[in-house]
């Protein structure tokens, strides 16, 4: 079954290309774009995992796209039908919490197709 996942980065070892070769393509999205793809994707009952585990991102996202995800440290691994929203800081800072805002995040899809 797809899921709908949100990830901080791309991890390319997620994705089994030693099996089989894969294209990986990713869009640049805005957050009004976001918003519509999330609400049908959860009425459609695709489940929503989290794999970002800075708190302050996980919170904004749950305030913007009206979800109840919880930061997660877990390791994503690719699931055939994915449906990928990679959650960029514009700029990060390493090993520091800082506030986020919505100007503050870029969202991108990253759609796989099987070669």
């Not at 709908?4 to 393509?25: H, M, Q, T």
């Not at 996980?58 to 990928?84: F, T």
């Not at 520091?96 to 990253?110: G, L, M, R, S, T």
């Amino acid at each position: 079954m797809p899921r709908l996942v949100f990830l901080n980065a791309l991890p390319l070892n997620a994705f089994p290309i030693d099996e089989y070769g894969l294209k990986i393509g990713i869009v640049k999205v805005s957050l009004y774009s976001v918003k519509p793809l999330v609400k049908d994707w959860a009425r459609a009952g695709v489940p929503i995992e989290c794999y970002i585990r800075h708190r302050a991102t996980v919170e904004l996202l749950n305030k913007l796209l009206g979800l109840d995800m919880k930061p997660s440290d877990g390791l994503y691994r690719y699931s055939d039908g994915d449906k990928i929203i990679v959650v960029t800081l514009k700029k990060p800072l390493r090993g520091q919490e800082v506030d986020v805002k919505p100007q503050d995040i870029v969202f991108y899809i990253a759609e796989v197709e099987e070669e």
